[in-house]
């Protein structure tokens, strides 16, 4: 998995005048503008940059000469000489005072500590320019420490701290606006998903940050974020599409000349080769990888090489050629901590001497006494001389114990005041912390209230023209025309309920994971027809007849069947068109798509109201609106775009939005097109409209409302049918011994007074295993539906039960 750096460049334009913006700070903006597309010309213009400097003695454009020159060589994984040129810079920044200048290359300095493995020194350069920028204020200084801090815990496998750095980063760059920071933070919060193994989450940040390198054509960030989605791929063992992500990836890593990078996909493919036990090329493909990342020196790469090897021998049983490698493993290993254990010699060394020094005292003292004894035994010859040297002695043991008391106290002294000092640190990050958890937190509790505000008004809505026109049927003076009408009303308001309730069911499938795929050959030009049709009448009922609806189909119909899920591509469709035509009242909706190599590229278009493009970025998130008060014009819970973003990912694509307020908005989604000669009709077609002929059946009804009752004893009244109920299951099992020989099947429903379902059918199954029992349920979730089928029943109908569904069913077994 690749981790994304944020370089830090201090502030060109504000740096230079006009005329030296049009000479030479013009060269290096040239520079960093030719880079994505033409690599090949940024040592042309520093060089013309450099030219300028030197011939005008200009070491403030010198300076950011050498910074911009080590972000090159460092993209090309020339690290060595990328430090070189951010330490000259260093060197002139510090000699100009320029406070942002040493900010931005202590952190570039870093960097290059931390990809050799260097974690210490890296981390306190990392510090050092953030102190710098939280004095200046500098909030996208702040936010590029925040992310690169974060790496360093990242490496360090510390992923609760790393988490925690990248989402500050996150917010601020938020803030800030800044696409390629959000890119970078996205992707690195969805490294610390994929560790944790929350794929799902892991997915949804590797695709935002991909979007957002896209969208500002951030090469080396979408090579990144390939590598990383092949990695998502890789552990899901879906290893095709972990080959075709690690091979985008490859190309543009080469494509930039970055040779780490190059190194890295190198390792990643080699693991596919030998899960697919194409072992000849996992090995050749470690090895090169492995040659690059030793010339480069990046610890990471080397140590997963090294690794692998290992684990490849050692599963060929060549455990010699293993053991080699994990030797030199655990070497290169050992080697990051060498500084660690430097740390502790010098202390080590430091008590060393001090109780060296002390062993010198108490020898002073000894030869001192020694002394006393000889002049005590010379005292008539040099009773004088005794007496001064007993006085000198004297007096230097005093000095020596002065000399050290002090330097005990003085190390005391300066230890409490550090200790004082952190602690002061430490209450300042907190107390930021906590501002910016508080502010979080109401942030998530707004949009808590403001979902369930709109979601109460969406539902009482319809329910309310449900009960109300219900309350006018009951009523015996209403003439015919005017039941028709209130039951059209009463049918639609039910619809709106059910959709806004599928809306619900969806998203929390999606949430768990349990959402179900199913792939068919779809003709696509058949479902833009009939979308077309549907939504030329549709428009009609929103007073809206004057607004065009144009569909446009680039490929015959004989070429137009795909491997896709017909029923979510049409709930796609349907999303982006009924919120087109919420929001347009004027001109044209126009939808299709375009065949773009192995995409399709579907849109829709209209010229509605538009939306601000601060908040592109916002609508495809949870219950997200853009307008939120309760005076806001158009309705909806915002969970439409959330859907319909999760289910184009489903089907391999992805969506996005463009507009502009007033002129109107467009939603592009991408699938991929793999075409197929024909498509599967509905097999089932003929038999759901038509109703079954049940003269003579027996049907034992096991439901403990009356309304579903009553419904389902209208929706047959037809048939010939004879219906038993049973109110609860005990009931149910008394029926079903009275009638046994004569009941043809058994519609058991789930939650019962008394006796579930479950118990009961649990009993009738042990009498006659041969009887059919269908569930009736409301559980919408695959896990439930799934628990319903393995437990013994041969069928379920999910609630609300349509007539046409009903039909279906007793035709399949009766």
């Not at 009303?489 to 999606?510: E, F, H, Q, R, V």
């Not at 035509?581 to 538009?610: A, C, P, R, W």
């Amino acid at each position: 998995m690749s981790v994304e750096y944020c370089f830090a460049q201090s502030d060109v334009q504000d740096s230079a005048s006009d005329s030296e913006y049009s000479s030479g700070y013009h060269y290096l903006f040239e520079s960093d503008r030719v880079y994505s597309e033409h690599p090949d010309s940024v040592n042309y213009y520093l060089e013309k940059a450099n030219d300028f400097a030197v011939k005008n003695n200009d070491e403030d454009l010198l300076s950011r000469y050498h910074n911009y020159k080590g972000i090159f060589l460092e993209e090309e994984s020339k690290f060595a000489e990328a430090l070189i040129e951010y330490n000259e810079a260093l060197r002139l920044a510090v000699k100009l005072s320029d406070s942002l200048g040493i900010a931005s290359y202590l952190n570039n300095i870093a960097g290059i500590y931390v990809t050799w493995g260097q974690y210490s020194d890296g981390l306190s350069k990392y510090l050092d320019a953030l102190s710098i920028y939280n004095k200046l204020n500098d909030r996208d200084g702040i936010a590029t420490i925040y992310n690169n801090v974060g790496i360093v815990y990242d490496y360090q496998k510390d992923y609760d701290k790393a988490l925690e750095y990248y989402e500050k980063a996150l917010d601020i760059y938020r803030d800030l606006e800044s696409k390629e920071g959000i890119s970078n933070a996205l992707n690195n919060i969805g490294l610390i998903h994929y560790y944790n193994k929350d794929y799902v989450k892991a997915r949804d940040h590797f695709i935002k940050s991909l979007s957002y390198d896209f969208e500002s054509n951030n090469k080396s960030g979408i090579a990144i974020s390939f590598g990383n989605i092949g990695d998502l791929h890789f552990e899901l063992n879906e290893l095709d599409a972990a080959l075709q992500y690690y091979e985008k990836s490859l190309a543009l890593s080469e494509q930039l000349g970055n040779i780490e990078g190059i190194a890295r996909v190198k390792n990643q493919i080699g693991k596919v080769y030998q899960k697919n036990n194409e072992l000849d090329k996992a090995v050749a493909l470690y090895k090169e990888s492995l040659a690059i990342s030793k010339e480069m020196g990046v610890v990471e790469v080397i140590l997963e090489n090294l690794q692998a090897l290992n684990d490849l021998y050692a599963e060929q049983h060549d455990y010699q050629t293993a053991y080699q490698y994990l030797e030199r493993y655990h070497l290169m290993q050992d080697s990051i901590f060498s500084l660690e254990k430097q740390e502790r010699l010098n202390q080590l060394q430091t008590q060393y001497d001090y109780e060296k020094h002390l062993r010198d005292i108490e020898i002073l003292r000894d030869r001192s006494e020694l002394a006393n004894m000889q002049l005590e035994q010379q005292k008539l010859r040099n009773q004088q001389q005794r007496g001064i040297l007993y006085v000198v002695v004297f007096m230097v043991i005093i000095v020596a114990y002065f000399f050290v008391n002090s330097a005990r106290n003085n190390r005391k002294v300066h230890s409490q005041n550090q200790k004082l000092k952190d602690k002061n640190t430490e209450i300042e990050a907190a107390r930021k912390e906590l501002l910016i958890a508080k502010e979080a937190a109401e942030e998530a509790d707004r949009l808590k209230s403001s979902f369930l505000a709109n979601m109460s008004h969406e539902i009482r809505t319809p329910m309310n023209a449900i009960l109300g026109f219900s309350e006018l049927l009951a009523d015996s003076d209403i003439a015919n025309e005017d039941k028709k009408e209130y039951s059209a009303y009463i049918k639609s308001s039910g619809k709106t309920l059910l959709t806004l309730i599928n809306d619900i069911i969806d998203l929390a499938k999606i949430e768990a994971g349990q959402v179900n795929i199913k792939i068919y050959p779809t003709n696509i030009n058949l479902i833009i027809n009939e979308l077309e049709e549907y939504y030329a009448e549709l428009k009609k009922g929103f007073d809206k007849s004057h607004i065009q609806i144009i569909s446009d189909k680039t490929l015959p119909d004989e070429r137009a069947s795909i491997l896709t899920d017909p029923e979510r591509f049409r709930q796609v469709m349907n999303n982006l068109l009924s919120n087109a035509l919420k929001f347009t009242e004027e001109g044209s909706i126009t939808f299709g798509y375009e065949h773009q190599n192995d995409n399709l590229l579907f849109y829709v278009k209209d010229t509605g109201i538009g939306i601000k493009k601060k908040n592109l970025s916002l609508i495809f998130d949870h219950f997200r609106q853009i307008d939120e008060s309760n005076t806001r014009k158009f309705g909806g819970t915002g969970l439409g775009l959330t859907i319909s973003r999760n289910l184009t990912e489903m089907l391999g694509g992805k969506i996005w939005a463009d507009s502009r307020p007033g002129e109107g908005s467009a939603f592009y989604f991408t699938l991929p097109y793999n075409p197929v000669k024909e498509t599967i009709s509905d097999t089932q077609a003929s038999d759901t409209k038509v109703a079954p002929d049940l003269q003579n059946k027996i049907i034992l009804v096991a439901e403990d409302e009356d309304s579903n009752f009553f419904l389902m004893k209208t929706q047959l009244r037809k048939t010939g049918v004879t219906l038993l109920r049973a109110k609860n299951g005990l009931e149910a099992i008394e029926i079903y011994n009275v009638y046994k020989e004569q009941i043809d099947l058994v519609l058991m429903d789930i939650q019962m007074p008394e006796m579930n379902g479950y118990d009961a059918m649990k009993a009738i199954k042990d009498d006659n295993p041969d009887m059919i029992v269908v569930a009736q349920t409301a559980h919408a979730m695959a896990d439930e539906q799934k628990e319903i089928m393995d437990s013994g029943f041969n069928d379920y109908l999910a609630k609300p039960i349509t007539k046409v569904k009903f039909n279906a069913l007793l035709n399949k077994y009766l």
